[in-house]
């Protein structure tokens, strides 16, 4: 009952965070933060980055010593080396040695130290490289949420002008039974209703269009519930274009642009490798030890002793042989089969040594390997001044797409004011019988065109100078 209960409980807060998580409404911050943490390309970046990270520890441990042990057993026939003696034998016998041995190095002219500075180097521009995908990435985002906005804006325009025709149509419907209009004018309106209708529609597609993109930039299963939080356009906080001129914008951008950075810190990892290779072409000096042992199933050793005194000779004095003794006593050994630890203890050989490798040949590998390195260095350098290249045209491109998108938005407010105007005398005028419904449709069409018109202009200015204030390094924020 008490694992039921549990149970239960866990699954009601799951149902009621979802519900939450869903119910929730989106606003940049959180698409931004929520394509950062799942987009594909920024996984693949990370990853990327810890290759390079385990590449840079890789090359540290390359500075302590190596070891390694070994083991082997074998079985000899015929004339052979006994391993424990060095000696030649005919005897068939199964032996069995152990060894530790590894080395450091000790001096190779900074080969090392180059290598290791380097991958350093190479790790910081793979951080670089997940920055900058994470800023592609939220640039993209951007778009698409503006797109959403301007789509639904869009709607609220549609809505209106479908309110406004049904008013007129209204109006008119009583105009024509009491007479004082022609039936025509009932079915011209009638025919524009149908036409916003039919607008609205479109804006509403355009809108789930517009959602669809936004969750392909999120990677958010198409199924899943979403509606943006709508900012007041006219209170998103706008940088000034007098900070925004585009040589101090692209002196900014040099040192705060992660694509930058990132060729920066490769153009500096590409030296310490030339470095590197450089010094592999000088000899290296390095320090190596051993420990071995081993042991044969014919192996023996004392197990016992016994002392003798055997003549060594004769000696005839007169007639008769006398045995002559030595002073001393013989002592005689006899021998088993030797334990295998006992072997191992006794067999026991330590080795410690300097090596010095001098490279003569080495089918050019190493020398091939330092070219490479010079034209890699090259190249990097090559696409770094690229790089730059098309930073500095993209802001010069961006600031002037700013002074358009502000002139003709500017301009499609001064429209907006005059349709407004004239849709508004047209009001009067058909109000009182002085216009006909087809002008009075036309310059209505004008009107919404007009504020169809303005609020593009307006999310084109609104995107182009974030996009300016993300090169000046202040990111994406509505």
Known sequence: MRKLITITLTCIFCIQSNAQEISDKWDLRKCVEYAVKNNISIKQADIQARITALQLKQNKLFQYPTTAFGTNGNLQLGRSIDPTTNQYTTSELISQSYSLQGSMPLYNWGRLKNSIAAAQLSAQAALADIEKTANDVSLTVANYYLNVLAAKQQIDIANVQVKQTNS????????????????????????????????????????????????????????????????????????????????????????????????????????????????????????????????????????????????????????????????????????????????????????????????????????????????????????????????????????????????????????????????????????????????????????TTAKLQQLANQYDYVFKIKLLEFYRGQGIKL
């Open 168 to 447: 007129q149509l209204d109006i008119t419907k009583k105009k024509v039974n009491a007479g004082a209009l022609p039936e025509l004018n009932q079915v011209q309106l009638e025919a524009q209703l149908a036409t916003d209708s039919s607008n609205l529609i479109t804006a509403q597609s355009n809108y789930e269009l517009n959602i669809l993109s936004l969750k392909g930039a999120l990677s958010l299963d198409a199924a899943t519930p979403f509606e943006v939080v709508t900012p007041p356009l006219d209170k998103i906080p706008l940088e000034s274009l007098l900070n925004l001129q585009p040589d101090v914008v692209y002196q900014l951008a040099l040192n705060t642009q992660p694509l930058q950075k990132g060729d920066s810190l490769r153009i500096k990892a590409a030296e310490k490798t030339l470095a590197a290779n450089k010094s592999a072409l000088y000899p290296t000096l390095s320090a190596n030890y051993a420990f071995a042992s081993a042991f044969n199933n014919k192996a023996l050793e004392p197990v016992g002793s016994t002392q003798i005194l055997p003549p060594i000779g004769t000696v005839k004095v007169g007639s008769t042989d006398y045995n002559v003794f030595p002073l001393n006593p013989y002592t005689v050994y006899s021998y088993g089969k030797s334990g295998y630890f006992n072997q191992l203890n006794n067999n026991f050989s330590q080795s410690v040594g300097v090596s010095l490798s001098i490279p003569i040949f080495s089918n050019g590998q190493r020398r091939i390997a330092y070219e490479q390195s010079k034209l890699t260095l090259k190249n990097i350098q090559f696409q770094n001044q690229q790089d730059n290249l098309t930073l500095k045209n993209n802001i010069y491109t961006s600031y002037t797409n700013v002074v358009t998108s502000l002139q003709k938005y500017n301009a499609s407010i001064r429209a907006v004011e005059s349709a407004q105007k004239a849709y508004d005398f047209a009001q009067k005028r058909y109000e009182n019988g002085l216009l006909s419904t087809y002008d009075l449709i036309v310059t209505q069409n004008s009107l």
